[in-house]
């Protein structure tokens, strides 16, 4: 099974093996059961597989950024805590 072959969620490179292998279904509705269409399928597949590691490895650098960003922010935090606390004392 494979993700949705709607052409807005895809490349166009992709987009292209997905109506080749529509074709090829269409055009060979029976042929497509004994392996007919099995080559546009293996290409669509690891266009798919492309764009899914693709998009992989930049949500993990989104989630690295974002996880930097908030141990910066935590770290801030505590300093101002920190202070805050000093200051406290001194009066």
């Given at each position: 099974m494979h993700?949705?072959?709607a052409a807005h969620l895809h490349s166009c490179k992709c987009n292209d093996f997905i109506l080749l292998l529509k074709q090829c279904h269409k055009d060979y509705p029976f042929k497509k059961f004994i392996?007919?269409?099995n080559e546009f399928?293996?290409?669509m597949v690891r266009c798919l597989k492309e764009e899914r590691l693709e998009r992989r490895a930049k949500n993990?650098?989104?989630s690295?950024?974002?996880k930097r960003r908030i141990k910066e922010m935590i770290k801030q935090e505590r300093e101002l805590k920190e202070?805050?606390?000093k200051e406290d004392r001194k009066l």
């Amino acid at each position: 099974m494979h993700t949705d072959l709607a052409a807005h969620l895809h490349s166009c490179k992709c987009n292209d093996f997905i109506l080749l292998l529509k074709q090829c279904h269409k055009d060979y509705p029976f042929k497509k059961f004994i392996g007919a269409c099995n080559e546009f399928d293996r290409l669509m597949v690891r266009c798919l597989k492309e764009e899914r590691l693709e998009r992989r490895a930049k949500n993990m650098e989104k989630s690295k950024e974002m996880k930097r960003r908030i141990k910066e922010m935590i770290k801030q935090e505590r300093e101002l805590k920190e202070r805050r606390q000093k200051e406290d004392r001194k009066l």
